[in-house]
């Protein structure tokens, strides 16, 4: 007595408390060819552990170089991870079957992240090396990795904006990572400058990154050498080579940052700028050649103002205030920049 | 909080039996997908139940597959039957995912590197599944020894 339902495997479910625990996550075809071709290692990341209930503010994948947030999408279908098992049939032979032995009634889903960026994080959560000084304001000291850790983005990604941002670790005491203020670089820049002057190393043929990594090493002065080569390393392209645009560009933001927080006339930021640049550089000042977004022009573009003045004006205060400011000003600091992060 | 690592399916991997679902379905660890519309809701008994106490659904079933037919021969992926007990059958069809799915488990921590400390959770992907078997209509009534 042959019936329809004699064929086929046997199909059966282990009841759920016998089941194991399965995610199942899409993978992009990016991200496919990186875990099968070139066996990859991701990395799950989230924000750090806001103080309501204890939630993380976002989770993502991130692959050496690129963010994936992470979507959790539900089905209302009954989703079973199965695997192959066999039985006895009645005659004592081995059947070979399917058993379900996890159900998922979710999975998860990626999208790239549009446009990274590890400062607003790094902002939020350094202390700041200002030119007067050092203002401690985490304890105990974070690593740049614990640092890295708390930011959901990749990790090329945080090293792309602690580069650009020129943050620098002390192992030393004071021990942490650090965010210079644009003032404390302005004095920096101005410092290398005179510097490579009076060695005589400021000529085109002579200024390059290994001229200034010697003027640090002789360097006198109380700013730490971790900031001068942070900074370099902000202004010099992949392989270390100088980057006249990224240095000139550097300086004149840093110089509208002290300068132009309540606006200032464009002609002496422009003059300003020059003077802190060696002399072969000096006709790459203008105003363009500042990112559009960094900065508002008013007054038949004669006033030049930094751009979001406002959290600049923030940012300055915070930097005179004590300790324990900077530590209540600190979540604060971080939602505002988790809301910008969006 | 410390990054979590997803590692990539192991080379090494293994199914555990011989995998009576079609080429195409199987995958080198023997996980594959089955998708239903709707839940299984079962009224057996203990003495009813499979070893390890799971729940015997049926019989997994696809009528039009050919093993000896060449790989580009696709027709087969539009019909499969799931017999569920003697009188109902579900029918469904193979489905290519537009995604593949990675199906990501919590791996077992080695005794040696578990002394990375506590909290060093490690993640990995079992397996990468292509293509499930979903079911998404209604259960028809069949005859228990009628052709369906």
């Known amino acids: ?342 | 909080m410390p990054a979590i690592a997803l590692y990539p399916p192991a080379a090494s991997r293994t199914s555990s039996g011989p995998n009576p679902l079609p080429q195409l379905l199987q995958t080198p660890s023997g996980l594959a997908i089955v998708e239903i519309q709707g839940t299984v809701n079962s009224t057996l008994s203990a003495p009813q139940l499979g070893p390890d106490a799971c729940i015997p659904l049926g019989k997994l079933s696809f009528p039009l597959y050919d093993p000896s037919a060449p790989a580009q021969e696709t027709a087969w992926q539009k019909l499969v039957y799931l017999y569920v007990g003697r009188h109902q059958r579900l029918t469904g069809e193979v489905k290519k995912l537009a995604k593949p799915l990675a199906v990501v488990r919590k791996r077992e921590v080695e005794a040696s590197s578990a002394d990375e400390g506590e909290g060093t959770e490690v993640m990995e992907i079992a397996e990468i599944v292509y293509y499930k078997v979903l079911f998404a209509h209604r259960p028809e009534p069949v005859g228990g020894g009628v052709e369906g």
């Open chain 1, 1 to 342: 007595m042959s019936t329809q339902a004699d064929e086929g495997s046997s199909f059966s479910l282990l009841p759920e408390e016998g089941r194991q625990h399965f995610r199942l996550l899409e993978l992009p075809p990016e991200l496919l060819r990186l875990v099968v071709s070139e066996r990859t290692i991701l990395h799950f990341k989230s924000g750090p552990k806001t103080s309501e209930a204890g939630s993380n503010s976002e989770a993502v994948l991130c692959t050496p170089d690129k963010t994936f947030h992470i979507r959790q999408v539900n089905t209302s279908n009954s989703v079973y991870i199965c695997q192959p098992t066999s039985h006895n049939d009645d005659d004592e032979n081995l059947q070979p079957g399917m058993q379900a032995i996890a159900q998922s009634s979710w999975t998860l889903e990626l999208s790239e992240v549009a446009s990274p960026s590890a400062a607003h994080y790094l902002k939020a959560a350094l202390s700041t090396y200002s030119s007067t000084g050092i203002y401690q304001s985490k304890d105990p000291p974070a690593s740049q990795q614990q640092l890295f850790d708390d930011i959901p983005l990749s990790q090329a990604e945080c090293e792309a904006a602690w580069r650009d941002l020129a943050c620098f670790e002390l192992k030393k005491k004071p021990k942490g990572c650090f965010l210079p203020t644009a003032s404390a670089k302005v004095q920096v820049w101005r410092s290398i400058l005179s510097s490579a002057v009076a060695f005589g190393v400021d000529k085109p043929a002579r200024f390059s990154a290994h001229q200034v990594e010697r003027i640090f090493d002789r360097n006198e002065e109380d700013s730490p050498n971790e900031l001068g080569h942070a900074m370099l390393a902000s202004v010099c392209d992949h392989e270390g080579m100088l980057d006249p645009g990224k240095w000139v560009r550097a300086v004149g933001l840093d110089l509208l940052a002290v300068e132009g927080v309540r606006g200032l006339p464009a002609s002496e930021l422009l003059k300003k700028w020059r003077d802190a640049l060696p002399e072969q550089w000096r006709k790459r000042v203008q105003v363009e050649a500042l990112a559009r977004s960094e900065y508002t022009l008013s007054d038949d573009r004669k006033m030049i103002t930094l751009a979001g003045a406002e959290s600049g004006v923030a940012v300055a205060a915070a930097e005179t205030k004590s300790t324990l400011g900077a530590k209540r000003k600190w979540h604060e600091k971080f939602r505002e920049s988790k809301k910008a992060a969006k």
